[in-house]
């Protein structure tokens, strides 16, 4: 019976300093809330190489105009959960981390939305697309990106011109070789490259196709156009001179057609 009480003080003994361990480990990791000021707000935002969509002085505005910038402000204020759930209520942010440190501390981390293209349609309409197909409002983003231009409805934007500046930015050779996409009525596309001046005619993309085959379908679709192209322009243009044609068709498989750059503008095919 003895033996029996001497296990269970024993049992309960390492339970206790068990506790005490884990509140000794917790109240040490944990920030002094009660007394101690926020001395130092770090804000990394990721993917910002670049000229971006948000600034850390944006975010700081933000956190600012809502009342949750916890700098200078006693630790217990700063409500980690609110700065994540505001941050991610900008259409700008993909996500967003916030947390306190021992030296009195808050880091926020953020990632951004991805744009692949910006959409200047003649309708007025001036936005983003990005690596979603979801629609970005306008901002004073600046970067390379493949504007698009012409007869640009917002479904044909998500649908058909996202799957194809992915396309086209996953080439190393054309993701800075096409500087604008143009779109006629007929929703044929036309892609203006940085190098000549000329246009080149691509037709129509497969936009009929269902959704989960559709990005697959563009992606082929611009490979084997811009493949046809790539050779013409080694093979061709490099002879015959960057500025001989004004216009490149190469919405048939089985020739090019080119339109000369002078007053008479006779046509050329290329078998």
Known sequence: MRNRWKKIALVTADF???????????????????????TKVTINIADNNTDGFITAQEIRNRLKVSGLYPLDKPLRYADTRRIEETLKKSPFVKTAECYKTQEGNVNISISQMTPVIRIKADNGDDYYIDDKNTIMPNSHYASDLIIATGSISRKYATTCLSPLARAIQGNELWRNGIVQINIQPDQGVELVPRVGNHIVYIGQLPQDAPPAERDTLIAGFIDRKLSRLEKFYKYGLSQAGWNKYSYINLEFDNQIICKKRHHKEDNNKIE
């Open 16 to 38: 206790l300093l068990g506790g005490y361990l884990v509140a000794a480990f917790t109240a040490f990791n944990k920030p002094d809330e009660s007394s101690r000021l926020c």
